[in-house]
């Protein structure tokens, strides 16, 4: 098998004769070979990966990156692993099964049932299933032809927005039981002189501290084996750019993540032809998996976009996939609101909430969200220490129930929402008393809480059964609950099942569990807004995003640290997910609180009686000002300008589709001696030919912008040039927004 490549060897070619000799050779046998090769390419609008089965019937990945224009050529792209023939289909697998002659990080791991642990897989057969205009599937179907398993490897293609997501089916076809040790969901194979990752790292109120690093020979590994809060010290997201880092607009940059709210593992390998291999998936850490004769397993989704303009097109394109196929009403709208956790914590009651409801018609936003502790009467939940799992309303906080409040709630023409953290108990709790069988706790050990609590054990179907309930029985009973926010605070320690009979499938059929309660939910009550929450950014990930429309990013609400949360966030998610509130964290006025959680979708956590009169008024006013500018935000098309992370201030834009309409923000970060914008920020995404006025947004009570609004720039002018908002130590925080003039 016989392939090309067009970067590597032509940087490595020297011009001797032996070489032009064997590069003619290698190029009409190759023609001649290509005949008979069966080439698939996987191609989106910009980019494309090309799989080639060889004449051995071993499938390979033969190129990745920017697409051709003829896809007959992928062919003839030289070989990424040209050492000779003794790597083909080996270092470049497209799906490398460990035990015959890979003896890199493999994909896929098994023990047949005969108890050997070989694994060779050759094609079969492939097609292309089109499920409409812009997206396709295509299904490779390998098989072993000595031990008869079946791996169905998937490829399907959001061709505009130049997404792939890519999972496997393995079917276990022999008589008795096959056991997976490792069950990924994708292998990529990429080539480049360097590699460099930006990935991430966290803990609560630390999320999404990022580095970027080069990546050196051997295998680095981003993974969780928390079970559940998966991503509190790690998320599955990262970047690989290649050749050097990329910025915002310029150079190769891959994104990839794993789908999957649980465990999660990606090898990023540099092969010992300095090509990268990527492996992403399910974590196989202590999750071998044993698959009954004719049993399949579906793997999680691997998810990929690729772009040779930078980061920010590869981020545009994510956003414009997960508003339109992904994230729940990701097209759709949000709801402003007044939550209640930092104003009250657990300490309320009626009389109290009934307050805050009308504080939140005063303030003007959408919805009043009730948060934790509003149930348990045996354990009330007043700290927590108790009461977890026991969902029924506290008779002495609230004795007339939810219902009291829905009805208050529309007595004052706004939407009521409600706190649930349905997967979790407190030993303190009515539920662990009763059923202490369904908490994944290790029998016989001491038991190690997370925030006081444990989690409820997914995989068993009573426990899907009540934690749907939770939420349902609010549902049937308060049908006007518009709202939820779907907490999940602990890890799990002391990974058991007292259901499962074998234990390694505990992290698995946890997520399984899972899914299926929400799939469960959204049966029912398909289009209910709610937020996903794990004490913070916890879980966020594009499986769990099918389910909800928005996500907590962080208890860390100090507006400081927000900007470089939402910005490193708004790399994988759009802005309409990003669930950002005003709170008393932080030491900026309240106005730079405003216009820092007005980059994604707005919420207050204050307590509002405590404000000051004009405090109030500019609120009252910025509501009405980010309802006449979310569209631009959530819908629109986000421009990175200039990073904190590089000046004393950040800046960004959002443009709407026809780019008639742009919101720009900008925020100090930085309050040294001079420190501001002294000269014009370039601005973006508009268009060249037209001509635009700018207005500036969100002015505090009695003071007036330095902004000359009656001037009108072209978008050429603006992009060339730029634009200076006049960020200073005293003017910390400024929205602009642009309107095309006719
Ligand atoms: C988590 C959430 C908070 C709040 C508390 C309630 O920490 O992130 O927003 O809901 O739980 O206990």
């Given amino acids: 098998m016989l392939f090309f490549n067009f970067n590597k060897p032509f940087r490595q070619w020297q011009p001797t004769k032996s070489n032009l000799l064997f590069s003619l050779f290698f190029l009409i046998t190759s023609q001649v070979l290509a005949q008979k090769q069966i080439l698939i390419p996987i191609e989106t609008r910009q980019h494309a990966l090309a799989l080639q089965v060889g004449a051995d019937q071993r499938v390979g990945i033969t190129y990745f990156g920017k697409k051709l224009k ?97 999972w496997s089916v393995i079917k276990n076809t022999q008589q008795g039981p096959v056991t997976l040790h490792k069950y990924a969901s994708a292998n990529l194979y990429l080539t480049a002189d360097r590699y460099w990752l930006k990935h991430y790292h966290g803990d609560w109120a630390k999320e999404m501290q990022t580095e970027e690093t080069q990546l050196t020979t051997g295998i680095k590994v981003l993974d969780s084996k928390l079970g559940t809060r998966a991503n509190l010290y790690q998320p599955p997201t990262f970047m690989v750019s290649l050749d050097k880092p990329a910025t915002e607009d310029e ?71 997960a ?220 499986a769990a995003l099918k389910y909800f429309t928005e996500f907590w990013l962080s208890d860390n609400t100090d507006p400081l640290e927000r900007i470089f949360m939402q910005w490193e966030y708004s790399y994988f998610f759009p802005a309409i997910s990003h669930d950002n509130h005003v709170t008393d964290w932080g030491k900026q006025p309240i106005k730079f609180r405003t216009d820092v959680a007005m980059m994604g979708k707005l919420g207050f956590d204050i307590v509002v009686s405590k404000l000051e009169p004009k405090e109030l008024q500019f609120c009252q006013d910025a509501i009405k000002t980010y309802n006449s500018i979310k569209d631009v935000v959530w819908h629109g098309d986000l421009f990175r300008l200039a ?32 420190a501001g914008t002294d000269s014009p920020i370039k601005l973006k995404g508009l268009n060249p030919d037209k001509k635009y006025k700018l207005k500036e947004l969100n002015l505090y009570p009695e003071t007036r912008t330095p902004i000359k609004e009656d001037a009108v720039y072209s978008g050429d002018y603006l992009m060339t040039v730029g634009f200076n908002p006049l960020l200073n130590t005293r003017r910390t925080s400024v929205i602009l927004e642009l309107t095309q003039v006719k």
């Avoid at 009389?351 to 409801?357: N, S, V």
């Fill in 643 to 674: 990073s904190p992370r590089e000046h004393d201030y950040a800046s960004l834009m959002y443009v709407n589709e026809a780019k008639n309409r742009a919101v720009l923000f900008n925020y100090m970060v930085g309050s040294r001696y001079g």
């Fill in 323 to 542: 508003r339109k196929y992904r994230i729940l009403e990701g097209e759709g709208n949000r709801l402003t609101l007044l939550n209640n956790w930092e104003a009250t914590y657990f300490d309320f009651n009626e009389p109290k909430l009934a307050e805050l409801i009308k504080d939140t018609k005063r303030l003007g936003v959408d919805m009043f969200l009730l948060d934790d502790g509003w149930f348990g009467n045996k354990y009330p939940r007043n700290s927590d220490k108790a009461g977890l799992g026991d969902w029924q309303e506290n008779v002495q906080k609230l004795p007339h129930g939810i219902g009291y409040l829905v009805k208050e709630a529309k007595n004052n023409d706004v939407k009521f929402g409600i706190w649930v953290e349905p997967e979790m108990v407190n030993p303190k709790s009515e539920l662990y008393e009763k059923h202490p069988e369904w908490v994944i706790r290790q029998p016989g050990r001491e038991e190690h809480l997370y925030r006081n609590q444990l989690v409820l054990d997914l995989s068993n179907p009573q426990v899907q059964d009540f934690v749907f309930n939770v939420l349902d029985n609010i549902m049937t009973k308060n049908p006007g609950v518009a709202f939820f926010k779907w907490d999940c605070n602990a890890v799990i320690y002391n990974a058991h099942s007292s259901y499962l009979k074998n234990q390694s499938h505990l992290y698995v059929d946890y997520v399984k569990g899972l899914y299926k309660v929400l799939d469960r939910f959204r049966a029912k009550y398909p289009k209910l807004p709610m937020m996903l929450c794990s004490g913070g950014g916890g879980r966020v990930d594009y």
């Fill in 70 to 166: 003829t896809p007959a050529e992928y062919q003839y792209v030289p070989a990424m692993y040209r050492r000779g023939d003794d790597y083909s289909g080996i270092l470049n697998a497209a799906y490398t099964p460990a035990g015959s002659r890979n003896l890199v990080e493999p994909a896929i791991q098994v023990t047949h049932s005969d108890g050997n642990t070989s694994l060779d897989l050759q094609y079969v057969s492939h097609k292309v299933q089109k499920i409409d205009k812009n997206v396709s599937t295509t299904s490779l179907l390998l098989r072993d032809p000595q031990h008869p398993l079946e791996v169905t490897l998937f490829y399907k293609v959001y061709y505009d927005e130049n997404v792939v997501e890519q």
């Fill in 251 to 321: 150079g190769r940059v891959l994104y990839g993540s794993v789908e999957w709210s649980g465990n999660f593992r990606v090898d990023l390998e540099v092969d010992p032809l300095n090509n990268l291999r990527i492996i992403g998936g399910i974590n196989p850490f202590a999750s071998a998996y044993t698959l009954a004769p004719g049993q399949e397993f579906s793997t999680a989704l691997f998810l990929y976009t690729y772009s040779e303009n930078g980061k920010g097109e590869a981020s545009r394109n994510l956003h414009r996939w």
